[in-house]
């Protein structure tokens, strides 16, 4: 069953000057070269002073964002607090993330300390394996994702989860401030890509399902990394059953609605693409698309560093024609 540990942190421990001190050390980790967090630095501890009686007074309000476009590989609109907000989201982050991380169930893979990307193929892999009972029974796997995902968190929601875990009024007035900084397509909706709070948050939001999954439809071998889920079983027909309960949960419970292109119940055998590769019973392999844009990248943009992040990535699959490619395009560089 789900943890219920008390939360014993107060307000004034998340907005101690030593509390953002401790907070500034790891925000300004690789970002030293930057302009502002330059300019912010020049005056840390009177700008770390004001922060802490803004925050004591209630009189902090967060600022507006920098908003501009990634693709990795898809497009995504990226929202960048000013350092002053950030280094607020920081403080509550570290203070709120030990708590919350002991909530969350063992397959929950994203923006989690320990856990990530590779862990969740190595994972799916051992749930296929077991699964199919060492691949000797076939095995379906349902796959979804969520449509919007961070633009379609319900705030309201996100904030009534988070005053039943957490007493303290104040923590919930700070978490409600970041939370209310900013909207998607209406007020009170989405939150934003690139704050560290987010990454949090939505772990906070999705729990609630992954606990229905796993102790309500007693989903057993069922895995989330981010919007992306799957859930694995001999029972065609039951996963079948399932889908309309989660679909209906995730609607009704928490204003999330499943991408209709991306639900699929398909076999091992024929190969699930989930995560960026491509996973059979016996071995996985990149996406094709993950494929191509790797190439095209290393041709156009050849450097060490990133022929060694390839490499890293290769490593974790059954790619040796493919190593062999980009060892071949390394020999230009």
């Not at 979804?144 to 039943?164: E, N, T």
Request: proline share 4%.
């Amino acid at each position: 069953m789900q943890t219920r540990s008390q939360f014993t942190h107060t307000y004034k421990d998340i907005i101690s000057p030593e509390n953002f001190l401790a907070a500034w050390q790891e925000f300004v980790r690789g970002k030293r070269q930057r302009r502002d967090v330059q300019e912010f630095e020049l005056n840390l501890m009177e700008n770390t002073l004001t922060l802490h009686r803004d925050l004591a007074a209630k009189a902090y309000q967060h600022g507006a964002y920098h908003a501009f476009n990634i693709s990795d590989p898809k497009p995504r609109n990226i929202h960048k607090a000013s350092v002053r907000d950030r280094l607020v989201h920081h403080a509550l982050y570290r203070t709120l993330y030990p708590f919350f991380d002991r909530t969350f169930i063992a397959d929950s893979y994203s923006c989690r300390l320990g856990k990530g990307t590779h862990r969740a193929l190595d994972r799916f892999r051992s749930f296929a394996r077991r699964a199919s009972c060492n691949h000797t029974r076939t095995v379906w796997v349902l796959k979804c994702d969520i449509k919007k995902f961070f633009a379609s968190i319900d705030q309201a929601v996100l904030m009534g989860i988070v005053r039943r875990r957490i007493p303290d009024a104040d923590i919930v007035w700070l978490t409600s401030q970041i939370v209310a900084s900013f909207h998607s397509s209406r007020p009170g909706v989405g939150l934003p890509l690139g704050n560290l709070t987010s990454q949090l948050l939505v772990n906070v939001y999705m729990n609630e399902f992954d606990q229905f999954m796993k102790h309500q439809l007693r989903a057993r071998y069922y895995l989330r990394y981010a919007d992306d889920f799957v859930v694995l079983s001999q029972d065609k027909n039951w996963l079948q059953g399932i889908l309309p309960h989660l679909s209906f949960f995730l609607q009704d419970s928490l204003r999330l609605t499943l991408h209709p292109d991306k639900i699929s119940i398909t076999t091992v055998v024929s190969g699930i693409d989930f995560l960026g590769w491509v996973h059979f019973p016996e071995y996985r392999v990149l996406r094709t698309a993950t494929k191509r844009r790797m190439l095209k990248r290393l041709r156009q943009q050849p450097s060490k560093p990133v022929l060694q992040s390839y490499r890293g990535l290769l490593s974790h699959g059954n790619s040796y024609r493919l190593g062999n490619e980009v060892a071949t395009l390394a020999d230009f560089f």
